[in-house]
């Protein structure tokens, strides 16, 4: 008998990788969290851990430490949260999506 196993592909590879962040929530106030991290990655976005709020929908810039000079726009695609823990688990799109090599 063929069982049938359907799942959701991805437009996308993401691979695990494990990256230092900050992530800027409103750069008016500065709101940050400098303890978020990656937990993989895609040229077109990633999920990424933190202790910010985050709400699908609104920007959020990712800095990743030591890299980059400034901000990466995404876009907050998903948002994962449970109670027993301190962290929010979230899908970020990113906008400006960078080619394999380039760099901002």
């Given at each position: 008998m063929h069982e049938n196993t359907s799942h959701?592909?991805?437009?996308?590879?993401?691979?695990?990788?494990?990256?230092?962040?900050?992530l800027v929530l409103d750069p008016d106030h500065f709101k940050a969290d400098d303890s978020a991290i990656t937990l993989?990655?895609?040229?077109?976005?990633?999920?990424?851990?933190?202790?910010?709020?985050?709400?699908?929908?609104?920007?959020?810039?990712?800095?990743?430490?030591?890299e980059f000079p400034h901000a990466i726009p995404t876009r907050v695609v998903w948002v994962q949260e449970?109670?027993?823990s301190e962290w929010t688990f979230a899908g970020l799109e990113f906008l400006n999506s960078l080619k394999p090599g380039e760099y901002a």
């Open positions: 959701t592909s991805r437009r996308w590879e993401c691979r695990p990788a494990t990256i230092p962040i900050s993989d990655i895609s040229l077109h976005g990633a999920r990424v851990r933190t202790k910010l709020a985050l709400v699908p929908g609104e920007w959020v810039g990712v800095v990743p430490k030591g449970y109670e027993s």
